[in-house]
């Protein structure tokens, strides 16, 4: 799944390298094995954060992109969309793409982060339980995290250096560490429908929805070709 996402990762317009990073020498080898480039990690790491700013500390980037594993329908677009924000605005420090929730039985599954945000798309929480809570539903929107956010690099290196905060801790959410400490997290909204590996039975409907979907079947046919 991991070397999957990394191929889709590839594809993208506005990424100039793609690398896994990784404290499991198993998943290193698989990457190598297959052309990509692997860098490994402390394996302390708690936050997926923390291993991509130990990662990236080598690297010479300005933007630095956090692709989550378990992401194996990601579609190339988005990745370049978390990106532009921060192309166009140094202000931007931190962006992380944004999915709507359109099966209310999601805001109840505590596999998926939920995420509220302002009229300016700016992220106000972050939160494993069902939010916002509504007494009526007019107009409302419900959206969900994904595990796409992009970085400046200096700020990833200053979120690295931040405490872990208590909600982040409590929620086990990366970014409400942005949050607590009075930064600011850019949402993007995508249309593109996710849907994530959070446990070993979410793999069937995965790899269901790949096959029967054209836009997921084109994409897997260039991966695989690749």
């Given at each position: 799944m991991i070397e999957h996402v990394r191929r889709r990762?590839?594809?993208c317009k506005t990424v100039d390298e793609v690398y896994v990073a990784t404290c499991d020498k198993e998943i290193k080898d698989v990457v190598e094995a297959n052309g990509g480039k692997a860098i490994m990690t402390s394996p302390a790491h708690e936050r997926c954060t923390d291993r991509i700013e130990e990662a990236a500390t080598a690297l010479d980037a300005d933007i630095v992109v956090n692709v989550?594993?378990?992401?194996?329908?990601?579609?190339?677009?988005?990745?370049?969309?978390?990106?532009?924000?921060?192309?166009?605005?140094?202000?931007?420090?931190?962006?992380?793409?944004?999915?709507?929730?359109t099966d209310l039985d999601e805001l109840r599954n505590v596999n998926i982060v939920k995420a509220v945000l302002d009229r300016n798309n700016w992220i106000m929480y972050f939160s494993r339980s069902p939010i916002p809570y509504f007494k009526t539903r007019d107009n409302l929107k419900f959206y969900k995290q994904s595990g796409i956010m992009a970085f400046q690099k200096?700020?990833?290196?200053?979120?690295?250096?931040?405490?872990?905060?208590?909600?982040?801790?409590?929620?086990?959410?990366?970014?409400?560490?942005?949050?607590?400490?009075?930064?600011?997290?850019l949402g993007v909204v995508t249309p593109y429908v996710t849907l994530g590996v959070d446990i070993p039975s979410d793999i069937q409907k995965v790899e269901n929805y790949i096959l029967q979907n054209e836009v997921q079947k084109k994409y897997y046919e260039m991966t695989v070709s690749g």
């Open positions: 990762v590839s594809l989550q594993g378990d992401e194996p329908v990601i579609v190339p677009q988005v990745v370049d969309d978390v990106v532009v924000p921060l192309q166009r605005d140094d202000k931007v420090l931190c962006s992380c793409l944004i999915y709507p929730i200096e700020f990833l290196h200053q979120y690295s250096r931040l405490p872990p905060t208590n909600l982040e801790k409590a929620e086990s959410v990366d970014m409400l560490r942005v949050l607590e400490h009075g930064h600011r997290v």
